[in-house]
């Protein structure tokens, strides 16, 4: 696993469960989503109602999931949790539905991945509270409506627009998760430091967040490995220094770039001159599979403006070179 990938691995499931805020008034950042979404849940509340659905969407590891926790907490409800690729029939879907009681958030990530037919019987519950459950095949089917309790459906996608409009247009309530100021890391680690007992001092906190990539999910993850530095090659305590030597030895540059990073930015600027280049000549380079440089490494050099892509092919841009310390030779850039 990479240690400044925004997904989750298997093993970090409990950690992160450990440090998720309860409530809205625990989470930090997002203040826009964080009054919205007040709005709404106290409104229903005021009404007896159940919420309207909600739509989240964002890159992985931005708080999608916590959202889902904490709307089903503040409205003293349960969560049922469940992910698009999980639901590839429908009867998968209305397994689910059937199970669910009044008020119960359903929140279903990846929303974006569920197969089609599921979608259509979505449509129906969010919008009716029914299903058709369908028994027998071929000629001799038939669907009967089952009414089910009304409940919130959460969804969560990395992007809206990869919704069909039909599905969103059912939302009453979406939300984009934006990524995080440096300050705002900086909080997120000082309250995942606190609740894990460890000292962390102010230059400790504020180099591992301006190191996580804008996202908590890595500003978690860099503080549970800086920690282990600290507790076997320090007095246990994170300061400036130990958070420096921790991310030094695990290649995390100052600005979240790891070694694969680094080494495509490299290729890039010192084979080919700072490009363009094509995707696959630029892989071969860093000795990678095209499709972990194009996933993996570019969407955040592109993001930070280290990378552009152009018709012709990559190219560096004039920061690119500053970070890796290089002169641009002369008339380059974009
Ligand atoms: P997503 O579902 O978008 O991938 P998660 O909700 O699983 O992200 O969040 C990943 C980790 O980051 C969790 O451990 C969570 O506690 C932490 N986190 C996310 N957003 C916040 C926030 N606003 N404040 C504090 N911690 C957060």
Request: hydrophobic residues 40%; charged residues 25%.
């Amino acid at each position: 696993a990479r240690l400044v990938g925004p997904d989750a691995d298997g093993d970090e499931r409990a950690y992160e469960a450990a440090l998720r805020p309860k409530t809205l008034d625990e989470l930090i950042g997002q203040e826009r989503v964080r009054e919205q979404l007040s709005l709404v849940l106290t409104a229903a509340k005021g009404r007896g109602r159940t919420p309207d659905h909600v739509l989240l969407s964002g890159p992985p590891g931005l708080g999608k999931t916590t959202l889902a926790m904490i709307i089903a907490s503040e409205m003293g409800t349960s969560l049922r949790l469940t992910s698009g690729p999980a639901i590839q029939h429908a009867g998968d879907l209305a397994a689910i539905l059937s199970g669910i009681n009044e008020g119960d958030v359903l929140f279903v990530d990846e929303i974006h991945r569920m197969s089609r037919p599921a979608e259509e019987l979505l449509y129906m519950a969010m919008e009716d509270f029914r299903v058709d459950v369908v028994i027998g095949k071929g000629p001799g089917a038939t669907a009967i409506p089952l009414q089910i309790p009304t409940f919130t459906l959460v969804g969560a996608t990395t992007r809206a627009g990869l919704l069909p409009g039909p599905l969103r247009d059912r939302f009453g309530f979406t939300a984009q998760l934006e990524y995080y100021e440096s300050a705002e890391l900086h909080r997120i680690v000082d309250r995942s430091a606190a609740l894990l007992g460890v000292d962390v001092t102010r230059d400790g906190g504020m180099e591992i967040a301006s190191r996580s990539r804008g996202t908590p999910r890595i500003a978690n993850r860099l503080l549970r490995r800086v920690r282990d530095y600290a507790e076997v090659r320090g007095d246990g305590t994170v300061d400036l220094d130990v958070a420096h030597r921790a991310l030094e030895l695990y290649e995390v540059d100052r600005i979240g770039l790891d070694r694969l990073d680094r080494s495509v930015l490299e290729a890039l600027c010192r084979h080919f001159g700072g490009g363009p280049v094509g995707i696959s000549t630029l892989a071969v380079a860093v000795a990678e599979e095209r499709e972990t440089v194009e996933e993996v490494a570019e969407p955040f050099l592109v993001r930070r403006g280290f990378l552009a892509r152009t018709p012709r092919g990559r190219i560096a841009t004039a920061a690119a070179w500053e970070h890796l310390g290089l002169r641009p030779p002369e008339g380059s850039g974009p």
